[in-house]
């Protein structure tokens, strides 16, 4: 009457089901996005992403130490750039003394075996708001890249282990690997933002940085929400141009593509989990309408699941936290 194989055979209890579980999150898989800010003794909240504050340089300290205690083992870093220093072109992104490069020498002195990358993109530079130089409107593509290449190579002067250019503009990859190999920066990896959706989810993370566009979208960049196919086509690129790590960028939304992309590359890849997020899971379990320590490990876990060697995520201290 009953099929022989009973599938609730091996869930019958925790130990049988710990036997067969065919993936795990540990701290090795978490990456924590901090944002950067000018001053001293400067820790802001931000509004939409409660838990989340930009830093000064002189609070990392204690923030890295923790963040190491925890077991995780990479930092992805943003600044806030004050509105003084931004212009179209994005000068201030390749100044040696911008508080990007300052920030990566302060980490890799407070904790020299943090894996330190680095986001590479105009926007937060950009008196526009957008990632790339504009001009009539449009969004440059070949001079852009080449600002971002200047702007990696000085992440990577600053000691950088990795730079994680999330421009979507084509060509920078190349760029940058070229750039780096030149200036003998030969170890400095790339973690490339391949498949990098015009996404709303990243609302919160421009209200932190202050770096919404000022005008129209970036749909001309970054990719089409409708597209799969599109995505394995940037992520292969990417990878014959040098990228050393493929990120899909939103996270849960896009787990068809981290399973494509696992099914077609060898080389890591890392999921982001975004801004949006984190707000919707803190917000629906501030209203007690979710448990939020579950759902969060729930989310974490199914980035493993599609296929995700590990996963940025704005949640990485709480789920250490739980994990420890
Ligand atoms: C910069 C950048 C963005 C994010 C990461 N790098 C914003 C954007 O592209 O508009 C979003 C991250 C998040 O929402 O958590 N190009």
């Not at 911008?98 to 020498?105: F, V, Y």
């Not at 590479?120 to 070949?142: C, F």
């Not at 421009?206 to 597209?227: H, T, V, W």
Request: charge should be negative.
């Amino acid at each position: 009457m009953y099929p022989n194989q009973r599938n609730r055979r091996l869930r019958q209890n925790p130990a049988l089901r710990q036997l067969v579980s065919e993936n795990q999150l540990t701290s090795n898989d978490l990456m924590l996005p901090l944002f950067i800010a000018e001053g001293t003794e400067v820790k802001d909240p931000i509004t939409a992403m409660p838990g989340c504050y930009r830093l000064s340089l002189d609070l990392l300290r204690k923030e890295l130490k923790a963040v190491a205690d925890l077991g995780i083992k990479a930092v992805l870093l943003f600044v806030k750039v004050d509105d003084a220093l931004k212009d179209n072109k994005g000068t201030e992104a390749f100044n040696p003394e911008g508080l990007m490069q300052k920030a990566i020498r302060t980490v890799k002195s407070i904790t020299p075996d943090m894996v330190v990358m680095t986001d590479v993109a105009l926007d937060p530079y950009s008196s526009y708001g957008h990632d790339g130089i504009v001009e009539e409107g449009k969004i440059l593509n070949d001079p852009t890249v080449e600002v971002l290449s200047k702007m990696a190579l000085s992440h990577a002067q600053a000691g950088a282990d990795f730079v994680a250019p999330s421009d979507m503009m084509d060509g920078r990859v190349l760029m940058i690997r070229t750039k780096l190999d030149k200036a003998g920066f030969t170890d400095t990896g790339i973690m490339s933002y391949s498949a990098k959706y015009a996404s709303s989810f990243y609302g919160p993370f421009r209200e932190a940085l202050d770096s919404a566009p000022g005008f129209g979208d970036k749909r001309s960049y970054q990719m089409d929400p409708a597209n799969r196919l599109e995505a394995l086509t940037e992520a292969l690129r990417d990878i014959e141009e040098g990228a050393d790590i493929v990120m899909v960028k939103p996270g849960l939304a896009y787990l068809d593509v981290i399973r494509d992309i696992r099914e077609n590359v060898e080389i890591p890849i890392a999921a982001y989990q975004v801004s949006g997020e984190y707000s919707m899971l803190k917000a629906a379990a501030e209203k007690g309408w979710l448990d939020h320590d579950t759902v969060m490990m729930e989310q974490l876990l199914a980035f493993k699941r599609a296929g995700a060697n590990f996963i940025a995520t704005y949640h990485a201290k709480e789920a250490a936290q739980l994990l420890a």
